[in-house]
C-alpha cells in the first residue's frame, strides 16, 4: 500500500510540474493567410476594334431658278456601313472619358431628278450624290457600372463620294465637283467588357457634314443641299493592357 501510495504522489507531482512547464511556455501567434484579391475590371487603356451598321440620309435638297423655287427633295435611302475605330480610354471611379477616331465605308445615295422648263434658256434637271465615305473624331464620357459602360460622344466629322449633279443651261451641260466636306457628329451607346480585354457595343450617330451652295449657272441656278444622314452600329473592340 505504502508503494502504490508513493507512486501516485509521484504520478501527481510529475502532472504539476508538466502543467506549470507548459503555463511557462511562450505563446506562438499565428498571422491567418491573407485572401486571394480578384482583380478589379478597369477602362482604361488603348483599344482597336471594327464596326458594322446600317446609315440612311436625311437630306434637304432645294433648288432655285433665280429668285423663284422650283423644286425640293429629301433623299431618305439608306444602305451598309462598316469600318474601324481605334482609341484610348481613361477611368476615374465610375467615371469614363476617352478620345476614338474611326474611318467607314457608307453606302448612301440620293437621286433627284426633277426638271424645270424656262423657255428662254431651255431645261435643267438630273442629279446624283452620295456619301461613299465618312470618318469621325470623337470625345466620349461615359458612366461605368461593372463591365457595362453608358456613353455620350460627340466632336468632328468628315466625308465624301461621287457627286454627279449635271444641269443642261442654253444646250450647254454642267457638272459639281465631287468634295471633301467637313461637320459635326453627336451620339450615344452602350458597350460591355466580356473579359479584360474583348468588349461589345451598340451606338447611334448623328452625322452633319453641312450645307453646300453651288451656283452652277451664276446668278441663275443655285443648288442648296444639306448633308446629315444617321447611323446605328454594333462594333467589337480589343483592349491593351491598361498603361
Known amino acids: 500500500m505504502i508503494k502504490y501510495f508513493l507512486a501516485s504522489v509521484a504520478a501527481l507531482g510529475l502532472m504539476a510540474s508538466g502543467t506549470a512547464f507548459a503555463a511557462d511556455m511562450p505563446i506562438q501567434n499565428y498571422e491567418p493567410m491573407a485572401p486571394i484579391a480578384t482583380p478589379i475590371f478597369t477602362w482604361t487603356g488603348f483599344y482597336v476594334g471594327a464596326n458594322a451598321g446600317y446609315a440612311w440620309n436625311s437630306n434637304d435638297d432645294d433648288k432655285y431658278f433665280g429668285s423663284t423655287y422650283y423644286s425640293g427633295g429629301n433623299n431618305d435611302d439608306g444602305g451598309f ?39 428662254s434658256s431651255g431645261s435643267l434637271g438630273g442629279s446624283q450624290s452620295s456619301v461613299e465615305w465618312y470618318g469621325t473624331v470623337r470625345g466620349r464620357l461615359g458612366f461605368a457600372i461593372d463591365q457595362a459602360l453608358i456613353y455620350a460622344t460627340g466632336g468632328l466629322a468628315y466625308g465624301g463620294g461621287g457627286n454627279d449633279r449635271s444641269f443642261v443651261y442654253n444646250d450647254a451641260i454642267f457638272k459639281a465637283k465631287n468634295d471633301i466636306r467637313m ?43 444639306d448633308t446629315e444622314f444617321g447611323v446605328v452600329r454594333a462594333g467589337l473592340n480589343y483592349k491593351f493592357g491598361s498603361f
Open 81 to 119: 456601313t462598316g469600318g474601324a475605330q481605334a482609341g484610348y480610354n481613361l477611368q476615374f471611379g465610375q467615371f469614363v472619358v476617352g478620345v476614338e477616331a474611326d474611318i467607314n465605308y457608307a453606302d448612301l445615295k440620293g437621286k433627284d431628278n426633277t426638271l424645270a422648263w424656262e423657255p
Open 183 to 225: 461637320g459635326w457628329v453627336a451620339g450615344a451607346g452602350i458597350e460591355y467588357a466580356f473579359t479584360d480585354n474583348i468588349s461589345a457595343r451598340i451606338e447611334g450617330l448623328y452625322v452633319n457634314l453641312g450645307k453646300e451652295e453651288a451656283n452652277y449657272f451664276a446668278p441663275v441656278q443655285l443648288n442648296r443641299k
